[in-house]
């Protein structure tokens, strides 16, 4: 039996989506090693192996050999992940600022002159042609040393067979330097004044400040696409305040222990995920279930780590540890879904392995062209081989699946949308059908008062209401909960009987009352003539009606129901607009199921439906080609949901639906299920729309690069603007996707 584990680690050193690729494949050359995905965005590494066949420490070394650096992966923690981001940016903004310090005078120098601006006598290249060539090399040593990470990875990466991004700026500026110095050696030695015409160490400096200033900015917007985790990790309070033998003691939230009894003051975050033992306040949610109005809370209820307690006093028994809380999982949640790649990724990171080998070859193939068949002399075969490498790094097509994936899992966090997976959030776009669970989705899955039929109605809720206080059954406890959602001041019940499947009777302020069905009516021979049509019209709008008798004579009807809730129906016509197919599943009979549906606007119903047969009708549209969609919240929901081609769970659901589906909404609102297609929509657009840009460019550009236009007579492409445009289309790619978080 294989022994599977999971492990998850820091891939350092990682530049291109030709990295990645490496990373994975070497990964997945190990023996045992099921499954492997390594995020360039995150670079975030998910192994998934037999630890019978290998460890840790393999995959580590494995790791090493192909060129990057293995890091562990810290303790969630807000100011660790905001220091180790803020030092990334600073480290890229001291590279960037440093080159940009020596590149301007290299630029001035090597260019001022024919620019028609002032140059000093003894930098004159056409006077001095020595100083005017060794003041540009003491200018780009700074410059390459800013970049040196671009030689020390780039030729490692080339070393072992799988060259990168790195590689071709290594490369390109490289060669650029080395025919410098050449040039600066005929000067030198041969005397040769003509040389100075063929110095490019103008081109190596300014071509490696661009791509600094694009990583720079890179860092900044990678930092900008994390903040989703980082706000989730903030939201966790890093002490807590227990209660040991009647005494407060402020604590460490790791050293929390299950059972300990923690105070929550008003205005605190609530520290644990625990039960009330004492003490009622309202509680802000919003950051779980993205609904901004607080809730209720009283001993016996769960609260949750990062919520906010607004103004009681709650004592709460700690039932999670702060690994398991929710708050917890939601961050596992986002990182893994992170950290998984979309099938549309997939494509990206084939055509990335084999690209930088593809280019470097027409690189070498358009230089060797143009000097052997055009005649060209080196100095413009050099511009040619250069250009190319620059233009064509793949970081932008790198960038495309990642950038997108994080701004959307993110955006959807904070709207209370949790996508398991990039596999989900891709899938959820192409959905044609979307079968919807009734109790729970669509209604509030609790009973409700819906009408009252009375010559007076308050008296009639009040007698009612006093009599059923005692009672456990759900359309009791429905009207007990809309009278005092009324305000009426209920009556104390003396001789309380409850009669199973029938009702309850007993003496409010002297009086008889029965309060039930037409059976515990019938058996007292009660008289329900008045009040028949109303009972019958309840009936077929799926209400279930409660009668309601003073001293023997009935005195009116109170309607209970599952209602629907409020946003149903316009969600349902946004869904509707979208163009896809709604169904309804229910366990009920068809004349509720179909009342519902025409209220909520849905045409094709499933009525009396179980558990099994959910399955069936999801698979019932998934052999008609359809990809389906299937939202529920209960235990029977589960199967459905697993086979459904995206699952989507409701956060009032159970934890099975939940485990079970591969988007969970954190609360119960039905809006949520529309955002959560719409999301996927968007998501997927602006991937479409970077991998198109992005291919289009390296499409354009390497032709632009390797002298097409020249062929006509057009100008030659320059290797610092080359270097201009790559870096820009990397920002243009993050730039894109930070639109989703608007």
Wanted: with cysteine; glycine share 8%; hydrophobic share 45%.
């Amino acid at each position: 039996m294989e022994n599977i584990k999971e492990y998850k680690f820091i891939v350092d050193g990682m530049t291109c989506a030709a990295c990645s690729s490496r990373a994975e494949r070497v990964l997945l050359k190990l023996d045992g090693v099921k499954a492997a995905n390594v995020n360039l965005t995150t670079a975030k590494a998910v192994v998934v192996y037999d630890e019978d066949k290998t460890d840790k420490e393999k995959i580590r070394v494995a790791i090493q050999k192909a060129g990057f650096s293995p890091l562990e992966i810290e303790k969630n923690d807000a100011e660790k992940e905001k220091e180790k981001t803020k030092k990334k940016s600073k480290e890229a903004e001291i590279k960037f600022f440093s080159a940009l310090a020596f590149a301007i005078p290299l630029f001035y120098i090597s260019m001022g002159s024919m620019l028609g601006m002032p140059i000093p006598s003894f930098m004159d290249m056409e006077k001095n042609p020595f100083f005017f060539a060794l003041v540009q090399l003491l200018l780009v040593i700074p410059i390459m040393i800013s970049g040196r990470k671009f030689y020390t990875v780039g030729v490692k990466t080339a070393l072992h067979g799988s060259p990168n991004m790195d590689t071709l700026v290594a490369i390109g500026s490289g060669s650029a330097f080395v025919y410098s110095l050449y040039s600066l050696y005929l000067i030198i030695a041969k005397a040769d004044a003509h040389a100075v015409h063929a110095l490019y160490f103008e081109s190596a400096g300014i071509i490696v400040t661009f791509i600094l200033l694009g990583r720079m900015l890179e860092a900044r917007s990678k930092a900008k696409t994390s903040q989703a985790i980082v706000s989730l990790m903030e939201l966790a309070p890093k002490t807590a305040i227990i209660e040991k033998n009647s005494v407060e003691i402020k604590i460490d939230i790791e050293d929390i222990q299950i059972g300990d009894i923690v105070i929550i003051k008003p205005g605190m975050a609530v520290s644990v995920d625990g039960k009330i033992v004492s003490g009622s306040s309202y509680v802000d949610e919003s950051m779980l279930t993205g609904e901004s109005v607080p809730v209720s809370k009283k001993e016996g209820d769960d609260v949750f780590s990062g919520t906010l307690n607004k103004n009681g006093l709650l004592r709460v028994e700690v039932t999670k540890e702060n690994s398991q809380t929710a708050l917890s999982q939601i961050i596992d949640l986002i990182e893994r879904t992170q950290a998984t790649k979309a099938p549309v990724a997939k494509l990206a990171d084939k055509i990335s392995a084999i690209f930088v080998p593809a280019v470097m070859l027409i690189a070498l193939v358009s230089a060797l062209l143009w000097f052997f068949i055009a005649g060209e002399k080196i100095e413009f075969v050099l511009k040619i081989f250069v250009a190319v490498l620059v233009i064509a790094c793949p970081c932008a097509l790198g960038l495309a699946t990642p950038t997108a994936i994080m701004a959307g899992t993110g955006k959807g966090a904070r709207e209370g949308i949790l996508i398991k997976s990039g596999e989900a959030l891709e899938v959820a776009h192409k959905v044609d059908v979307v079968i919807l669970d009734k109790t729970g989705t669509i209604t509030n899955g609790k009973a409700s008062v819906t009408d009252i039929i009375s010559e007076d109605k308050e008296k009639l809720l009040l007698i009612a209401a006093s009599a059923e206080q005692g009672s456990e059954h759900i359309l009791g406890q429905a009207i007990v909960d809309f009278a005092k959602a009324e305000k009426i001041e209920l009556k104390e019940a003396e001789s309380f009987e409850a009669i199973s499947g029938k009702g309850v009777s007993a003496m409010v302020d002297g009086e008889s009352v029965l309060v039930g069905n037409e059976k515990i009516m019938a058996e007292n021979d009660i008289d329900m003539a008045q009040f028949k049509e109303a009972i019958h019209s309840f009936g077929k709008e799926g209400k279930t009606p409660v009668a309601v008798a003073l001293n023997g004579e009935m005195i009116g009807v109170i309607a209970v129901a599952d209602t629907i809730k409020p946003n149903a129906k316009e969600t349902i016509k946004k869904i509707n607009n979208l163009g896809l197919e709604i169904v309804m599943l229910t366990g009920d009979n068809k004349d509720v199921a179909r009342h519902i549906a025409s209220q909520v606007g849905i045409e094709t119903v499933f009525a009396q439906v179980m558990p099994t047969d959910k399955s069936e009708v999801v698979e019932k549209y998934k052999n008609q080609g359809k990809v389906v969609a299937m939202v529920g919240d209960g235990i029977n929901d589960a199967p459905a949901l697993t086979l459904a081609d995206v699952g989507i769970a409701m956060g009032n659901g159970t934890d099975v639906a939940m485990e079970s589906a591969d988007i969970v909404l954190m609360n119960s609102d039905i809006a949520l299920v529309y955002k959560a297609i719409e999301l996927s929509k968007k998501t997927m657009r602006i991937i479409k729309q970077n991998l198109f840009w992005a291919f289009a460019y390296n499409s354009l550009g390497i032709p632009v690069a390797a002298g097409a236009l020249h062929i006509f007579g057009g100008p030659l492409l320059s290797p610092m603007i080359a270097a201009a445009a790559m870096s820009l289309s990397s920002i243009t790619v993050v730039s894109n996707s930070l639109r989703l978080k608007k």
